[in-house]
């Protein structure tokens, strides 16, 4: 597949290691993904596979004992990993900007809705008070809460769940940032307010001509929302192609996996399939390719050597050493 | 703010508190009113007589103090010593007004400024950990093991006397507290998502600490700030009473008390003798510190939501 788009965001060998008493563990161990200039890029997994500290990592944000030990994260062409604290802190909702998992968390209990949307105003533009407190009553509209005007003035437990969270949504917006990293914005909420969620971010990227990193478990939100995806698997990528190719041709047995463990209206399924096992102890991951022993595919070569990840196409990267049996199999289901 | 107010009048105990503490505030407000200072320095508490010995409640100023102060050109708007006299004719109903104002002051001072330290300090060490946190504990450790009220004493012995040196003793061994305090509350809150969101949105350290770690965390050491300016008030009066504190003659509630510490016990035969030497500047003190105390708690069940029962 041709692509011309312009590069937002390269990633390259990112190694994020955590420096435990019990020994390394290898929470990002060795990324490549591309963001381009307006897309939305899906990053799907289970729980502690990788994917918020992949996030963490280009925020900078990891404190002592994560470290990023290795890798390039080439934003607007310039490496952030080899950047000043104060130039970060200038990138840092500037240019990144992030939402967060929890809603509930992830405002100071202590400070009113405006003062924390305008917070970032303020530090990055020099706004004075009431300039930034109207753009906060600007922002608080688009995000659609009612009655703006007096919501500025209230603190985030006056707030309910879906609120709270269009509230951090104006948090991270208010810049104008060019790349906005959600970490699972829609875990925290309930079904319905994850829809209006959901649609109101797909409202706002229309707007928004920055980039997106949405980090998700949820295949139905990676469907929603993104033009690529990559699926991590124990801190390394498995699968990276865009929607189309991951929804109809898997190729790497996890991600086959996981479309296969949800119910699918487009499609007759008896049964739903479960990838037997759990993640694998990061401190003691298997020899080999670190699917091997949750994979039904897995032969005596998956327990030696790790697969590299190896182009399909231009746009498709899979790693594993039976990409042709996988998709022979998929063939039959999708 | 109108939560705190309603619940500090509807609790029995704190409205104590504060009519003790309303009534001492009074008293130092108007303390110019009450008794018109004799001398140019107002805190010089004025002799009725040149008697050693204390002289009881109501006994009149003495004719030769009559006639220096009229000598001075002083006018005598009191000429009844209320509360009796202390040793050496001090009045001790002009040392307990304008001492109300010297309680106040070391209190409030010295509380204040050493809490200003504490957080400052504590709250450094805290966020940036390290071995920046490494260096600021190991000295609050080694201010820590100094026992207080000696490692005062020896200050103030080395700096001389007067009451501006007790503060600075106070201050400089009684920071260590509140700097433990808000390290500890800091460490905690400091691994909140929104203190990282603060981060991600690209706000400054000193921002982080002041407007999003200290309005969470600062509780706790206004509560012990609250109920340690009563104890600083004993502390001060503690060094007066070893005679390292104030200047002689000093309206100061300790220095009073140590003038009593040769007529505590009476003369033979009549031990309560001279009671009052003892028990007007020694009820002031208990009462201050009793004030502050019970405001202390009243404020810690306010603030803390763990016994407000909404945790």
Same mark, same amino acid.
């Given at each position: 597949?041709?692509?011309?788009?312009?590069?937002?965001? &390269?990633?390259?060998? *990112?190694?994020?290691?955590?420096?435990?008493?019990?020994?390394?563990?290898?929470?990002?161990?060795?990324?490549?993904?591309?963001?381009?200039?307006?897309?939305?890029?899906?990053?799907?997994?289970?729980?502690?596979?990788?994917?918020?500290?992949?996030?963490?990592?280009?925020?900078? #944000?990891?404190?002592? @004992?994560?470290?990023?030990?290795?890798?390039?994260?080439?934003?607007?062409?310039?490496?952030?990993?080899?950047?000043?604290?104060?130039?970060?802190?200038?990138?840092?909702?500037?240019?990144?900007?992030?939402?967060?998992?929890?809603?509930?968390?992830?405002?100071?209990?202590?400070?009113?809705?405006?003062?924390?949307?305008?917070?970032?105003?303020?530090?990055?533009?020099?706004?004075?008070?009431?300039?930034?407190?109207?753009?906060?009553?600007? #922002? #608080?509209?688009?995000?659609?809460?009612?009655?703006?005007?007096?919501?500025?003035?209230?603190?985030?437990?006056?707030?309910?769940?879906?609120?709270?969270?269009?509230?951090?949504?104006?948090?991270?917006?208010?810049?104008?940032?060019? #790349?906005?990293?959600?970490?699972?914005?829609?875990?925290?909420?309930?079904?319905?307010?994850?829809?209006?969620?959901?649609?109101?971010?797909?409202?706002?990227?229309?707007?928004?001509?920055?980039?997106?990193?949405?980090?998700?478990?949820? *295949?139905?939100?990676?469907?929603?929302?993104?033009?690529?995806?990559?699926?991590?698997?124990?801190?390394?990528?498995?699968?990276?192609?865009?929607?189309?190719?991951?929804?109809?041709?898997?190729?790497?047995?996890?991600?086959?996996?996981?479309?296969?463990?949800?119910?699918?209206?487009?499609?007759?399924?008896?049964?739903?399939?479960?990838? @037997?096992?759990?993640?694998?102890?990061?401190?003691?991951?298997?020899?080999?390719?670190?699917?091997?022993?949750?994979?039904?595919?897995?032969?005596?070569?998956?327990?030696?050597?790790?697969?590299?990840?190896?182009?399909?196409? &231009?746009?498709?990267?899979?790693?594993?050493?039976?990409?042709?049996?996988?998709?022979?199999?998929?063939?039959?289901?999708? | 703010?109108?939560?705190?107010?309603? /619940?500090?009048?509807?609790?029995?105990?704190?409205?104590?508190?504060?009519?003790?503490?309303?009534?001492?505030?009074?008293?130092?407000?108007?303390?110019?009113?009450?008794?018109?200072?004799?001398?140019?320095?107002?805190?010089?508490?004025?002799?009725?007589?040149?008697?050693?010995?204390?002289?009881?409640?109501?006994?009149?100023?003495?004719?030769?103090?009559?006639?220096?102060?009229?000598?001075?050109? /002083?006018?005598? /708007?009191?000429?009844?010593? +209320?509360?009796?006299?202390?040793?050496?004719?001090?009045?001790?109903?002009?040392?307990?007004?304008?001492?109300?104002?010297?309680?106040?002051?070391?209190? +409030?001072?010295?509380?204040?400024?050493?809490?200003?330290?504490?957080?400052?300090?504590?709250? +450094?060490?805290?966020?940036?950990?390290?071995?920046?946190?490494?260096?600021?504990?190991?000295?609050?450790?080694?201010?820590?093991? $100094?026992?207080?009220?000696?490692?005062?004493?020896?200050?103030?012995?080395?700096?001389?006397?007067?009451?501006?040196?007790?503060?600075?003793?106070?201050?400089?061994?009684?920071?260590?507290?509140?700097?433990?305090?808000?390290?500890?509350?800091?460490?905690?809150?400091?691994?909140?998502?929104?203190?990282?969101?603060?981060?991600?949105?690209?706000?400054?350290?000193?921002?982080?600490?002041?407007?999003?770690?200290?309005?969470?965390?600062?509780?706790?050491?206004?509560?012990?700030?609250?109920?340690?300016?009563?104890?600083?008030?004993?502390?001060?009066?503690?060094?007066?009473?070893?005679?390292?504190?104030?200047?002689?003659?000093?309206?100061?509630?300790?220095?009073?008390?140590? $003038?009593?510490?040769?007529?505590?016990?009476?003369?033979?035969?009549?031990?309560?003798?001279?009671?009052?030497?003892?028990?007007?500047?020694?009820?002031?003190?208990?009462?201050?510190?009793?004030?502050?105390?019970?405001?202390?708690?009243?404020?810690?069940?306010?603030?803390?939501?763990?016994?407000?029962?909404?945790?």
């Amino acid at each position: 597949m041709k692509n011309n788009k312009k590069i937002l965001l &390269e990633i390259k060998d *990112l190694k994020t290691y955590f420096f435990t008493e019990e020994g390394v563990v290898k929470a990002v161990d060795g990324v490549d993904f591309k963001v381009y200039e307006g897309e939305t890029l899906g990053i799907v997994g289970e729980s502690g596979c990788g994917k918020s500290v992949t996030a963490f990592s280009i925020m900078r #944000l990891l404190d002592y @004992p994560g470290k990023t030990i290795g890798g390039e994260i080439i934003f607007k062409e310039k490496d952030i990993l080899k950047k000043s604290e104060t130039e970060m802190r200038h990138i840092r909702g500037k240019e990144i900007a992030m939402i967060f998992q929890e809603p509930m968390t992830a405002l100071n209990p202590v400070l009113t809705i405006g003062f924390q949307i305008s917070e970032s105003l303020r530090m990055h533009f020099n706004l004075n008070k009431e300039e930034a407190s109207k753009k906060a009553i600007k #922002l #608080l509209t688009k995000v659609g809460i009612p009655v703006p005007e007096q919501r500025v003035n209230e603190y985030p437990h006056q707030l309910s769940g879906g609120m709270r969270q269009r509230a951090m949504i104006a948090m991270a917006l208010s810049c104008d940032p060019n #790349l906005l990293i959600a970490d699972e914005p829609t875990t925290a909420l309930d079904v319905t307010i994850q829809a209006q969620i959901l649609e109101l971010m797909k409202s706002l990227l229309r707007d928004f001509n920055g980039s997106l990193i949405m980090i998700t478990h949820d *295949l139905g939100v990676i469907a929603e929302i993104a033009d690529r995806i990559a699926v991590m698997y124990a801190g390394k990528i498995v699968e990276y192609a865009d929607k189309k190719t991951i929804f109809k041709n898997p190729s790497h047995p996890y991600t086959f996996g996981l479309l296969t463990s949800i119910p699918r209206l487009d499609m007759e399924m008896k049964r739903l399939n479960v990838i @037997p096992g759990i993640v694998p102890n990061p401190l003691h991951f298997p020899e080999g390719c670190k699917f091997n022993t949750r994979c039904k595919f897995a032969t005596e070569k998956c327990r030696e050597k790790e697969p590299d990840l190896t182009a399909l196409t &231009e746009e498709h990267l899979v790693r594993c050493w039976h990409v042709d049996k996988v998709i022979q199999e998929a063939k039959k289901i999708f | 703010m109108n939560r705190i107010l309603k /619940k500090l009048f509807s609790n029995v105990t704190s409205l104590v508190g504060i009519i003790l503490l309303a009534f001492f505030i009074v008293i130092a407000v108007f303390a110019p009113v009450i008794t018109p200072p004799l001398s140019d320095d107002h805190y010089q508490i004025p002799r009725m007589s040149w008697d050693v010995n204390p002289q009881p409640p109501g006994s009149p100023m003495s004719d030769n103090m009559k006639q220096a102060y009229e000598f001075m050109e /002083k006018e005598v /708007k009191w000429k009844k010593a +209320i509360c009796g006299t202390a040793e050496g004719g001090y009045d001790i109903f002009y040392g307990l007004i304008w001492g109300t104002r010297t309680a106040f002051k070391i209190g +409030i001072i010295t509380v204040t400024i050493s809490m200003l330290i504490g957080i400052i300090l504590g709250s +450094i060490s805290a966020y940036f950990g390290g071995w920046i946190d490494e260096v600021l504990m190991r000295i609050t450790d080694i201010f820590l093991s $100094f026992p207080f009220l000696v490692a005062a004493m020896v200050l103030t012995t080395v700096l001389g006397r007067g009451l501006d040196k007790v503060m600075i003793a106070l201050i400089s061994f009684g920071w260590m507290g509140y700097a433990r305090l808000i390290r500890g509350s800091i460490l905690s809150t400091k691994e909140e998502t929104y203190v990282m969101a603060a981060k991600a949105l690209g706000v400054n350290d000193t921002k982080i600490i002041w407007k999003h770690l200290l309005p969470n965390t600062i509780f706790p050491v206004m509560v012990q700030g609250s109920m340690n300016i009563g104890s600083m008030v004993i502390m001060a009066a503690a060094l007066s009473f070893l005679g390292v504190g104030a200047p002689v003659g000093y309206a100061d509630w300790g220095q009073m008390v140590s $003038f009593a510490r040769n007529w505590i016990i009476g003369s033979p035969g009549n031990a309560g003798q001279y009671w009052y030497a003892v028990f007007y500047p020694g009820i002031f003190i208990v009462l201050f510190v009793l004030s502050w105390n019970l405001i202390g708690d009243t404020l810690r069940d306010i603030l803390d939501p763990r016994l407000r029962g909404e945790l």
